[in-house]
């Protein structure tokens, strides 16, 4: 008997229907057993549907559910309708007002940031590896809630499981690109073994977000590489030279 899909869900987004999930209650077998959504991730199509749509449905039963082709981008797209899985829009972000409508980004280290406003009825989902999160798709995320009517006072945003700082090691010309625009990005790091940092990606993405003098913020601190039985790591599967690695859902709906 599969096991029941888990949702983690942030306090700061009470009342809006919304989940972080991992890799519990799904039915892809192997190095990816589990609720793996990642339609790259070289699964049984028919088992990464069908947990596609068991999140999507632990989430918003009946939603209509709308995701975009994820490329490390600062780029975000308003969603009315879901595009079809060859038709996705290449994006890392996505922005509705739409009832019934369910926005989901895949991640498996990186962070995802749920985001909603609730008075004008206007949600975001980022998903912010650290390209991303540099290259500034949180503020591209706030910018187009803010088109479609929000105000940014009152936007909150939950970061939700992603790589933690003591698990993210980076060398010295990652440390260099980081500070390349903002030497105050040093903040972010900490010494590791010789030549190399380690970095606080959920942090940065939070002081992004802050930076944005937006509502409020909230950090779910759940580390996805130290908890293979729970959630999809990246640089876990890789670490372990595994041939593939599962990818997790974030999920926000109107």
């Not at 088109?147 to 003591?166: D, F, H, K, M, W």
């Not at 002081?207 to 409020?216: D, K, N, S, T």
């Not at 640089?235 to 109107?254: D, K, M, P, V, W």
Request: glycine share 12%; net charge negative; hydrophobic share 45%.
């Amino acid at each position: 008997m599969t096991d029941p899909v888990e949702v983690i869900r942030a306090p700061v987004l009470q009342g809006i229907a919304h989940g972080f999930l991992g890799r519990r209650g799904g039915l892809s077998q192997g190095v990816v057993a589990g609720l793996n959504v990642g339609l790259g991730a070289d699964d049984e199509p028919r088992a990464v549907q069908a947990n596609r749509q068991r999140a999507a449905d632990a989430v918003l039963p009946g939603a209509r559910l709308a995701t975009v082709y994820q490329i490390h981008s600062a780029d975000c797209v308003t969603a009315t309708e879901p595009w079809p899985d060859a038709g996705r829009p290449h994006a890392d972000a996505l922005v509705t007002d739409r009832p019934g409508l369910l926005l989901g980004v895949v991640t498996a280290d990186c962070a995802p940031v749920l985001l909603a406003d609730r008075a004008a009825g206007i949600i975001g989902a980022a998903h912010a590896g650290w390209k991303g999160a540099v290259s500034g798709v949180t503020d591209s995320t706030i910018a187009a809630m803010e088109a479609l009517g929000a105000r940014r006072e009152n936007i909150v945003a939950a970061i939700g499981p992603c790589i933690a700082q003591t698990s993210y090691e980076v060398d010295a010309g990652f440390r260099d690109r980081l500070c390349e625009s903002d030497n105050a990005n040093t903040r972010f790091l900490v010494a590791g073994r010789a030549g190399h940092f380690q970095f606080d990606l959920e942090g940065y993405v939070a002081a992004r977000l802050e930076a944005a003098q937006i509502g409020l913020v909230e950090r779910l601190g759940l580390d996805t590489y130290a908890d293979p039985a729970r959630f999809y790591s990246f640089r876990r599967a890789t670490h372990r030279n595994e041939a593939t690695y599962g990818r997790q859902f974030s999920l926000i709906g109107l």
